[in-house]
């Protein structure tokens, strides 16, 4: 499953996604909001999307690292709109028979997300002032 | 003919709007509407060097020709994840 949502995400039912009884494996990674960035203090996070296309590309990546490692099922959401800190942004679960094929497809499929799927970030800080990231 | 123009984050806060409608020369490329994009919303010329294209859902290169009702969008650097 990949899919962009503003509603709050479920890690625990993300990862049970992907099980099937043939897998000995689940690396499940949650992305949080963290309180700083370069020193400064965040109070919260928005994130944009152009939903559809990322959507796509999640799928995209997906079908990606099940040809790249051997890996069983994974899924991959990301959450929009306004988050707070400690909140999840991201969850990608991957599925494999063994762990470390699991471990690697799964950083392997975050780094991916981080360059090709449609999804801003703005942080808010606690001085008043906001940013988005990487775009000034 | 005419194109959209469809902006996200900061350029779509810095341009006031997610829309704009374009009319450009049959056989445009990104590049020309891009061009012409800059001509009318001036405020959007220094982002432009880091901005990706995209149209039905894929990315494609600034030398890619355009179509009437074509809807393109304006990609700037990406900061998903975590």
Redesign the interface.
């Known amino acids: 499953m990949f899919r962009v949502t503003t509603e709050p995400l479920n890690v625990q039912q993300v990862n049970d996604l992907v099980k099937r009884h043939t897998d000995g494996a689940v690396v499940t990674f949650d992305g949080i909001v963290r309180n700083n960035f370069d020193g400064r203090l965040v109070r919260y996070l928005e994130y944009e999307a152009y939903a559809a296309m990322a959507e796509k590309k999640l799928a995209e990546i997906g079908a990606e690292v099940q040809q790249k490692f051997a890996v069983g099922e994974i899924a991959m959401m990301h959450r929009i709109g306004r988050l707070d800190i400690g909140e999840s942004s991201i969850v990608i679960a991957v599925a494999a028979p063994h762990r470390h094929a699991a471990f690697e497809a799964c950083a392997y499929a975050m780094d991916r997300v981080k360059a090709e799927v449609p999804v801003w970030k703005k942080e808010f800080f606690a001085d008043g002032a906001d940013h988005w990231v990487n775009q000034n | 003919m005419q194109i959209i123009v469809?902006l996200?984050?900061?350029?779509r806060e810095k341009a006031g709007t997610d829309t704009i409608p374009l009319e450009l020369p049959t056989g445009a490329a990104v590049t020309q509407a891009v061009a012409t994009l800059v001509g009318q919303y001036p405020i959007l010329e220094p982002?432009m060097a880091?901005t990706r294209f995209?149209l039905r859902?894929?990315f494609v290169d600034p030398e890619t020709l355009l179509a009437e009702g074509d809807e393109l969008?304006l990609?700037?650097?990406?900061?998903?994840?975590?």
Do not use: C, E, R
């Open positions: 469809k996200f984050a900061l350029m982002y880091n995209s859902m894929d969008m990609i700037p650097p990406v900061s998903g994840g975590a």
